[in-house]
Nanobody, 125 residues
Framework: DVQLQASGGGLVQRGGSLRLSCAASGFTFAGYSIGWFRQVPGKAREGVSSIYSVDGSTYYSDSVKGRFIISYDNTINTVYLQMNSLKPGDTAVYHC??????????????????WGQGTLVTVSS
């Protein structure tokens, strides 16, 4: 059974940190671009970050650049999103998604074809 599972969300105060995990089952991330996206009810899904499993190249949206760090641990087939200096505006449901690719694919929803369930991140002021 092929699945993606995001976890690690929770409630944190402004300025705090959280680490999200995206675990794959039934396939490996080798040869994939893996993206993190977030969505607030009533708003469009926003691409946050992505990483290419082969060479570790990364993409960050301007809204998170310098605060979030994406990484890939191939020993446990998991992608992480370390979120630092969190702001109330980061509150959203965060999803991970994948696409088989020959290079990094920027975190734009249209390019990704396998999605997992999300994890809720709430940043209080």
């Amino acid at each position: 059974d092929v699945q993606l599972q995001a976890s690690g969300g929770g409630l944190v105060q402004r300025g705090g940190s959280l680490r999200l995990s995206c675990a794959a089952s039934g396939f490996t991330f080798a040869g994939y671009s893996i993206g993190w996206f977030r969505q607030v009810p009533g708003k469009a899904r926003e691409g946050v970050s992505s990483i290419y499993s082969v060479d570790g190249s990364t993409y960050y949206s301007d809204s998170v650049k310098g605060r979030f760090i994406i990484s890939y641990d191939n020993t446990i087939n998991t992608v992480y999103l370390q979120m630092n200096s969190l702001k109330p505006g980061d509150t959203a449901v965060y999803h991970c998604a994948t696409r088989k690719a020959a290079s990094l694919v920027v975190a734009e929803e249209v390019w990704y074809d396998r999605w997992g369930q999300g994890t809720l991140v709430t940043v209080s002021s």
